[in-house]
């Protein structure tokens, strides 16, 4: 099957798995496997974080992230498609008794500040004391600007806000930008990372902050269920793909964009695609037709009012210009 609906299809290569097979371990919540520790200290030291914190799935640590900035009561502030909103079944409201302010974002994808700024609540008994700005890079795609990260940055100092991003696919725009994870997390408090995406383990995140904030992590980690024991087959894969597949990144995006304009080509009604995302509009039609009709010819994407198709380390370039003729091919039958 060539999958696009995401790169959290991607599976474990042979020699993902055989890191895996030879990795040791311990048992973590006694801070025992040495393959975590490994995993955590290569993490701190991208960051350039002090300390960093292994959980198995990005939104557990978004969550425990936002159980440690905020006290029942708090809020933070935070985009309206973020996932950290939106798409986490709202677990820091439920679990941490702390409210999400939502605002809209930019085209861009950054949280204007003026804005962020009038959310941001007087110290008044009627609200919610204001704690956080949480931001996503990359986000639906788009690379967060250096000089608005380092404004974001002065303006939770100002503020006295703390800064967190949801830095899921931050190695995209790491890799976009041709600068180093350290050179956007530093215009961080927290950041989380996802293994389990572009970067192909089959598990797996990261929560990177300061020694002290870490420390708590991990007691909201093992509350929330996610102190594993012989992690360590898990964290090789994260090793792993931290060493061997972050530089080709660069592959994925350049195939979005070989797919982007392959799609144009033909007639297909291609809005944007930033990293490695493509994002067109199908006639109302097609919305139903053109999914079931791929999925006959081994090809998978999840056509919408929007569609997305999100290019990782299981479809090359081959497996694209399959998709784009059998695009055709529809088209010829429409
Ligand atoms: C996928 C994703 C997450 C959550 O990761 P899971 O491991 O699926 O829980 C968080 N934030 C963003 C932006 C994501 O894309």
Same mark, same amino acid.
């Given at each position: ?37 490994? +995993?955590?200290?290569?993490? @701190? #030291?991208?960051?350039?974080? /002090?300390? *960093? &914190?292994?959980? !198995?799935?990005?939104?557990? =640590? ?100 703390? +800064?967190?991003?949801?830095? @899921? #696919?931050?190695?995209?725009? /790491?890799? *976009? &930008?041709?600068? !180093?994870?350290?050179?956007? =997390? ?149």
């Amino acid at each position: 099957m060539i999958d696009l609906r995401s790169d959290t299809v991607t599976r474990p290569t042979q020699a993902m798995l055989n890191a895996m097979i030879q990795a040791e371990t311990g048992d973590d919540v006694y801070g025992d496997d040495p393959t975590v520790n490994k +995993l955590e200290a290569e993490a @701190a #030291r991208l960051s350039g974080k /002090a300390a *960093a &914190l292994f959980l !198995p799935t990005g939104t557990q =640590a978004n969550l425990v992230a936002l159980l440690c900035h905020c006290q029942r009561g708090e809020e933070y502030i935070v985009g309206q498609l973020a996932h950290n909103y939106k798409y986490e079944a709202g677990g820091a409201a439920v679990l941490g008794s702390i409210q999400p302010q939502p605002i809209a974002a930019a085209a861009d994808g950054t949280l204007p500040l003026d804005v962020v700024a009038q959310y941001i609540k007087p110290d008044d008994v009627h609200f919610a004391i204001t704690r956080l700005l949480s931001l996503e890079n990359t986000h639906n795609g788009k690379v967060l600007p250096v000089e608005y990260l380092q404004q974001a940055w002065t303006f939770t100092r100002e503020r006295n806000l703390a +800064l967190h991003i949801d830095g @899921a #696919r931050i190695f995209n725009a /790491a890799v *976009a &930008l041709q600068v !180093p994870l350290e050179a956007l =997390a530093r215009y961080s408090d927290t950041l989380t990372i996802c293994l389990s995406k572009g970067l192909g383990t089959p598990v797996g995140s990261l929560l990177c902050g300061s020694e002290e904030f870490i420390r708590r992590a991990r007691r909201w980690r093992k509350m929330t269920g996610g102190g594993m024991r012989q992690a360590g087959i898990l964290a090789a894969a994260g090793l792993y793909a931290l060493e061997h597949n972050v530089a080709r990144l660069k592959d994925d995006h350049d195939n979005a964009a070989w797919l982007a304009e392959a799609l144009r080509d033909i007639g297909v009604d291609v809005t944007r695609c930033d990293t490695n995302m493509v994002f067109l509009r199908l006639p109302e039609a097609q919305v139903t037709t053109l999914g079931p009709w791929m999925q006959e010819r081994g090809i998978l994407i999840s056509p919408g009012a929007i569609t997305r198709l999100v290019t990782h380390l299981d479809v090359n370039r081959e497996a694209l210009q399959q998709l784009v003729s059998q695009w055709q091919a529809f088209l010829a039958t429409q």
